[in-house]
């Protein structure tokens, strides 16, 4: 008997008839459902806490600003002296400066020098900017009226003291440190940082600066991988390559579940003879190979390696990328203790045509032209160089999409993943 090869059929590339392809919301709603923080906590100051996820919600230990101040140099003086028109003031001896304040009370009918941040000498309600008066050092005069309390700042009128300012599973800012500073705190609890360990895995891999056989390609995963961990703020664990070999890889799994709180492979994770990582997973029982309707990049082994989670994300460093920032990012933030975490989306109108099929959601390497969105020439997932060309990723929808210039298409920019 001949062997012939199975007949091409025409839609040998449409999702299999009766097979359930989970949808990705579907997906990522199992993930939120299932994951909860793992890492400890320790308290930190805040020179260390940029990035940070708050383990606790902090209240402001003080009010912002603690006293009524001036917010302009100025005149300070007392709203119910104010007519309308034209008048003159006498001037009090000394001034209120910010770190000096005036010593007293100012007298009925006067008004004191205030410079910015002063704290209000007490009688002053009302301050007058200095380019609205002329003074000869003795007086001031101006017109009224004045309105009550104006280019004054209320104590407390930015934060008052016990007002909860920040809440637990925040990812600290460079603003909020000012805010935790200005009210008065030095050291926040925060989580310990995710680690995350990064696998690769295929014989045909070589390592970059190695002389690579004719048949080997370059590690391109694994670099990629660890800078975006670093980029989502944890810690990257770089375990190295793993050879397409099931004792050795359990090996790198044994010695990565040892070093890190989740474990990130990339390849070998489909049901082929050389996918090593599935049937290591499914020998766990704890393995679900997750067909999602997604592309580039299915399928995602998901399991548990000695009760460390494993993604086993698709070799395809497209694939793999997508997959991480779709499915793993925002897995890893609730493992890290920073809660589900949205991706940034843009809605802007395309430069581009595509008439999209049902079925699949679609993600297309993408940026910007003149405000328009325009995508990668090709949408092969062995493309590298469009990962570096993109500034971010379109989102098509799970539904079949008739895009021309001008249709307004879903952008997430790397930054929108967290990159
Ligand atoms: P796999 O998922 O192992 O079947 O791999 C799918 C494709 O991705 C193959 O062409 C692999 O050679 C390629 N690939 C797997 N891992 C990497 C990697 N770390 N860097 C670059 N390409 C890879
Ligand atoms: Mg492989």
Known sequence: ??????????????????????????????????LHAVTGMETVSLDAALDRVLAE???????????????????GLRHADIVEGPQVLPLVDGRSAAGAPFDGVLPAGHAVRVLTGATLPEGVDTVILQEDVTTNGAEIAFHGPLKNGANTRKAGEDVAAGDVI???GRVLTPADLALLSATGTAEVQVR??????VVSTGDELAEPGSVARADQIYDANRPMLCAMIRRFGFEAVDMGRAPDDRAKLSAFLDGAA?????????GGASAGDEDHLSALLNETGSMTLWRIAIKPGRPLALGLWQGTPVFGLPGNPVAAMVCTLVFARPAMGLLAGQ???????L??????SKNKKPGRREYLRARLVDGAVEVFQSEGSGRISGLSWAT???ELPDEAAVIAPGTPVTFIPYEGFGL
């Open 1 to 34: 008997m001949t062997l012939t090869p199975p007949p091409l059929k025409n839609d040998c590339f449409a999702l299999p008839p009766g097979t359930h392809w989970t949808p990705v919301d579907e997906a990522l709603a199992e993930l939120q459902a299932r």
């Open 57 to 75: 919600d902090v209240v402001a230990a003080r009010s912002n600003p603690p006293q009524p101040n001036t917010a302009v140099d100025g005149y």
């Open 166 to 168: 920040l809440s637990m």
């Open 192 to 197: 310990k940082r995710l680690r995350v360990a």
């Open 258 to 266: 040892a070093r890190a709180d989740v474990i990130l492979t990339s």
């Open 339 to 345: 809660g589900w975490q949205e991706p940034m989306r």
């Open 347 to 352: 809605l802007l109108p395309a430069a581009f």
């Open 392 to 394: 971010g990723l379109v």
